[in-house]
C-alpha cells in the first residue's frame, strides 16, 4: 500500500478527552475513528490489524473442531423471553419493535439462537459433540462506554459454543477452548493471566476469564505471587482465621458519640476494626431490603452479595428506607430491625462479641452475637478479597492488579437448553437436554489491548503476527532527487514479490514527518533509502523495538527482511514457553 493513496490520515494530537494510550494511538495512526459513544469506524490500517486477529481466531477455533457460521444480529424477543433473560437483563438490551409490532431485540450474545438451531437441526446422540462459532457484531448499549475499542456498544465478537451430551463431554470442550484461547493471546502477543470468574447474566456452572495485565484495566485481579491462586476480584476469596472459641458475653449498651463510621468507633473505643460489626444496606431489584453485615476490618462484595440473595441487581439504601426497618443510619444494627433480609459474612459467625450499632443516635452495642442476639436469612462468603489478604491456598499474602478482559468461557450446562427444549435421544431412546459451553472473545478488544501493552512514547510497537503490515518502507530526499525514490520503487516491488506486507510512505513529506508517522503506525520494520545510503548501494533498516539501525546492501534487503520477520515472529508461535 503507498500512503499517497491510504484511506486515513495520521494525527499529531489526539481528542482532549482520551484517556487510554491505546485509544490515544489509534486515532493518531489513522485506524479508527468515532461516529458516536462507543461506536466506530475502524480505517483502513486498523481494519487490517483485527482481520488479521480474527484470522488467528479461526485457524485456532478449526484446529479444536469448530465450524464457523453466522447468526443474526436482530433477534425476535420471543426467544429472549423463553430463556428468561428478556426481563432480567436490564438497559444494556436494546429493545424494538418491528414494522409489525412484533418484539425485537439487538444481539448482546447468540445464546438464545444457537439453541433454536441446535433445538431444529439436532435429535441424537450420534450428532454430539458439536462445536460452533460465528464473528459477528454485538450491541451492549453500556452506560458508560471507554477507552476507544476497550469498551463500546457496538463490538465485533467470536462466540462459540459447544455442544455436548453430558457434562465430562463439556469438561472436554471446556479445556480445548482454555488452550486455544492461550494459543490465541500467545499469537497476538499479550501477556496474560486466567482467573477464576463470575457467571454473571450468562449463568452456569463455571466461569474463566484471560486477563491481559495492565494499569488502565477496569478489573482487578487477587493474584498468589506463588502462582497458587488467580481469580477475578469478583468471586475471589482468601484464607479466613479458625472460628474464635471465646465464649458469648453479656450484651450491654454503650454512648458512643459522633461514632457513623466503623473507623471512628473503634478509635473511640480503642478496639481494632476486627472487633466490630459493620451494617451495609441495600435494595434489591425484587424490592426486598437487604441488611450485610461483615466484620468491620472487610469490605462487601457485591457480586457475592447479590448471588447470595438472589437478586439481579442492588441499590444502596436512602436513610428513610433505612429508618422504616427500624434500622438508624450511622448506628445501623441486625438486632431488633424488622421486613429486612439478613446476610451475614463468615467472618462475623466465627468472632463472638462484636461491637454492633444500637439502631439509635449515639449508641452502639457491646458483644452482639450471631444466633442469640439476632438471626441471619443467609450467612455466606460476602467478603471482598483485596492485596495483602492471605492466599486461600498457601497464605502468602496476595496481589491486586489492574486488568482487561480478553475472553472469557463459560460452563453453561443445561441453563439455556432446558428452557427452549433443545434436547437430544440417547442409546435407549431417552430424552436429555444438550449440554452447552459458551465461549467469546472480542477482536476489538483484542487489538486495543494489544496496544496497551505494547507502545511507547513515539507511538504503537505491533507484534508481527497482526500488524497492519511488515514493513514500513520510507523513499527520502527532495523534490529533486529522483534517487531514491527510484530505488523505493524497486524494493517496494521486490518485497511485494516476496510475500513482504509493505506500507510504502511514497508521500513528498520532510524526512522526520515519515519517520515520525512510521513509528507512530509501529510496522515492525522500518527501511529507509536515501541520497546517503544510495551512495554507499545500502538501504537503512531498523526493527520497531530497536534503539539502533543496521545498513543493508540493496540487494541483500528482501532476504535481511524475511530474516528478521522470522526472528520476531518465532516467540509468537503460541505454545508455552516461546515467549
Known amino acids: 500500500m503507498r500512503m499517497s493513496h491510504l484511506f486515513g490520515r495520521t494525527l499529531r494530537e489526539a481528542p482532549g478527552d482520551v484517556e487510554l494510550p491505546s485509544h490515544r494511538l489509534m486515532l493518531r495512526a489513522g485506524m479508527m475513528r468515532p461516529l458516536g459513544a462507543g461506536i466506530y469506524s475502524l480505517l483502513p490500517l486498523g481494519f487490517r490489524v483485527v482481520t ?56 448482546m450474545t447468540h445464546e438464545e439462537i444457537v ?14 459433540p458439536q462445536l460452533v462459532y460465528h464473528i ?16 463500546v456498544r457496538e463490538f465485533t465478537m467470536k462466540d462459540s459454543y459447544s455442544l455436548d451430551r453430558d457434562e465430562a463431554g463439556l469438561d472436554v470442550q471446556y479445556r480445548n477452548h482454555w488452550g486455544a484461547y492461550e494459543r490465541i493471546f500467545r499469537r497476538c502477543g499479550l501477556r496474560f493471566v486466567v482467573v477464576g470468574a463470575d457467571t454473571g447474566m450468562m449463568g452456569g456452572s463455571a ?6 495485565l495492565s494499569e488502565y484495566g477496569e478489573d482487578i485481579v487477587l493474584l498468589c505471587p506463588n502462582g497458587d491462586y488467580a481469580d477475578n476480584r469478583e468471586v475471589a476469596t482468601f484464607r479466613r482465621e479458625p472460628a474464635s472459641t471465646e465464649p458469648p458475653r453479656p450484651m450491654e449498651e454503650v454512648e458512643t458519640p459522633d461514632t457513623t463510621t466503623i473507623r471512628a468507633l473503634a478509635d473511640y473505643l480503642d478496639i481494632p476494626l476486627a472487633k466490630t460489626g459493620k451494617a451495609v444496606f441495600f435494595k434489591g431489584d425484587s424490592g426486598r431490603f437487604i441488611f450485610a453485615v461483615i466484620r468491620g476490618d472487610l469490605e462487601i462484595n457485591e457480586t457475592k452479595l447479590r448471588k447470595a440473595t ?69 450467612v455466606a462468603d460476602i467478603a471482598a ?3 495483602g489478604l492471605p492466599c486461600p491456598v498457601c497464605g502468602a499474602p496476595l496481589d491486586a492488579e489492574r486488568a482487561i478482559e480478553v475472553g472469557n468461557i463459560f460452563k453453561l450446562g443445561t441453563r439455556y437448553s432446558a428452557m427452549l427444549g433443545a434436547t437430544y435421544l440417547d442409546a435407549e431412546g431417552q430424552s436429555h437436554p444438550i449440554v452447552m459451553g459458551s465461549y467469546g472473545i472480542g477482536s476489538g478488544r483484542v487489538t486495543a489491548t ?45 518485497l511485494l514479490s516476496a510475500d513482504v506486507e509493505v506500507l510504502y510512505d511514497d508521500r513528498t513529506d520532510r524526512a522526520g514527518v515519515k519517520f515520525n508517522d512510521a513509528d507512530l503506525i509501529g510496522c515492525p520494520i522500518r527501511v529507509s533509502v536515501s541520497a546517503r545510503t544510495l ?19 540493496l540487494d541483500e534487503v528482501v532476504p535481511t527482511v524475511q530474516q528478521m520477520l522470522a526472528a520476531l515472529a518465532a516467540p509468537l508461535s503460541g505454545e508455552p514457553g516461546a515467549e
Do not use: C
Open 450 to 494: 494489544v496496544v496497551e501493552q505494547h507502545h511507547d512514547d513515539k507511538g504503537i510497537i505491533w507484534p508481527v503476527t497482526i500488524a497492519p503490515y511488515h514493513v514500513s518502507l520510507l523513499s527520502l530526499g527532495g523534490a529533486d532527487e529522483s534517487g531514491p525514490v527510484e530505488a523505493a520503487d524497486k524494493l517496494y516491488d521486490a
Open 535 to 553: 551512495a554507499r548501494g545500502e538501504a537503512e533498516l531498523k526493527p520497531r523495538v530497536a534503539s539502533e539501525s543496521t545498513f543493508v546492501p
Open 385 to 387: 478479597a483485596d492485596a
Open 310 to 378: 438472589g437478586e439481579l441487581g442492588l441499590t444502596p439504601a436512602t436513610a428513610e428506607e433505612i429508618r422504616a426497618i427500624g434500622a438508624e443510619p450511622g448506628y445501623g444494627s441486625p438486632v431488633g430491625v424488622r421486613d429486612a433480609t439478613i446476610v451475614v459474612d463468615e467472618s462475623v459467625r466465627d468472632t463472638p462479641n462484636l461491637v454492633a450499632g444500637a439502631n439509635r443516635v449515639g449508641w452502639h452495642l457491646m458483644n452482639v452475637n450471631l444466633g442469640r442476639d439476632y438471626q441471619a436469612d443467609v
Open 207 to 212: 466461569s474463566h476469564e484471560f486477563m491481559a
Open 52 to 107: 488479521k486477529v480474527e484470522q488467528i481466531i479461526r485457524e485456532e477455533l478449526n484446529a479444536i473442531g469448530g465450524q464457523e457460521l453466522l447468526m443474526p444480529v436482530v433477534h425476535p424477543a420471543d426467544l429472549w423471553k423463553e430463556s428468561g433473560r428478556y426481563d432480567n437483563v436490564g438497559p444494556e438490551m436494546t429493545r424494538f419493535k418491528d414494522r409489525g409490532d412484533r418484539d425485537m431485540v439487538l444481539a
Open 115 to 128: 439453541t433454536d438451531l441446535a433445538r431444529q437441526e439436532i435429535n441424537s446422540y450420534r450428532q454430539l
Open 136 to 151: 459477528q457484531t454485538k450491541w451492549r448499549d453500556e452506560p458508560r462506554s471507554r477507552g476507544g475499542l476497550i469498551r
